[in-house]
């Protein structure tokens, strides 16, 4: 089955799970806001033997195509419920086969935003995050959106986007991704600044306004180019001092989607996922997407 054009938009990987679901509504909504085809995507994962079977294995390879129909047609049908009566988009369904992370990896090339669920229909359950999520956030090809059941953004003027920001070159493409959803959406946006990475405990002599008016001042010369593009966009402004993943993950409960870089200001430059990022996107109560350059 294929029904993909050359322009992929925003990329589904779908599996039939609840977390599956909650990705085709968020992929619905965006793609609403934004005028974008989607695609939807089920892999087939190839099925490794290592004795002699014939009838057995191919009755389970039927299984697995008349499955991989059932879970697109099931996509298909969250798709539209979830547009509603929003105007018409290009709509795409495909069926490959290999490994999960292989084929969503080589996709998501041609993709705005991949868009997944926290965990699959694997065999730890309870996992906060799946070893194909936490794949696919190391090694897409373009930005990443993870989903989970029940906490999926909806239209709520109440709810605005968080941003995480350090001032590194990620966190610059996580900013303007932000003040983009926010403006698209009409809400506010939570710009959220740590001056350490590390927690911090009170030091005799510490001047502590003088950091805090460093954060500041670091916050306003991130936001000020943005806040003069946007000037729909009411911003406010969270300084902390320890754990920016602590103070995002917290932040979460009341936002409808938390937005941070690929990478941050520390570490090794050449890693693809921070620890911070690595951290929300493991934890947070809403939507995280994580953004490459």
């Known amino acids: 089955m294929s029904e993909r054009s050359e322009d992929t938009g925003i990329l589904v990987g779908v599996d039939g799970s609840p977390e599956s679901h909650a990705a085709v509504r968020w992929a619905a909504h965006e793609a609403a806001l934004r005028g974008r085809p989607v695609t939807l995507t089920h892999v087939v994962a190839p099925v490794i033997v290592t004795w002699p079977i014939e009838a057995p294995l191919m009755n389970f390879y039927e299984w697995q195509e008349d499955n991989a129909a059932r879970v697109l047609k099931e996509a298909r049908e969250t798709l539209d419920a979830a547009l509603g009566d929003s105007p018409p988009i290009p709509v795409h369904t495909e069926i490959r ?66 941003l995480g920001i350090d001032g590194s070159p990620a966190s610059e493409h996580a900013t303007a991704y932000a003040f983009d959803e926010a403006s698209r959406c009409g809400v506010d946006l939570v710009a959220l600044h740590a001056w350490s990475d590390v927690a911090v405990f009170p030091i005799l002599g510490m001047d502590w306004h003088q950091y805090e008016q460093q954060g500041h001042e670091i916050l306003a010369e991130r936001l000020a180019g943005w806040q003069e593009r946007y000037p729909d966009v009411r911003v406010q402004r969270r300084i902390v001092c320890d754990r920016p993943a602590r103070w995002l993950i917290d932040e979460s409960k009341s936002a409808q989607l938390v937005v941070v870089g690929s990478r941050g200001r520390g570490g090794i430059a050449s890693m693809l996922l921070g620890s911070v990022s690595t951290a929300v996107a493991e934890s947070a109560l809403a939507p995280v997407a994580v953004i490459r350059g």
């Open 97 to 162: 086969h290999d490994g999960v992370v292989t084929e969503l990896t080589d996709m998501s090339a041609t993709a705005d935003v991949l868009v997944i669920g926290s965990r699959g229909l694997g065999p730890i359950g309870g996992a906060m995050l799946g070893s194909v999520s936490r794949s696919l956030l190391h090694h897409a090809r373009c930005s990443v959106v993870v989903t989970r059941e029940g906490a999926v953004r909806r239209p709520d003027r109440t709810r605005p986007v968080l």
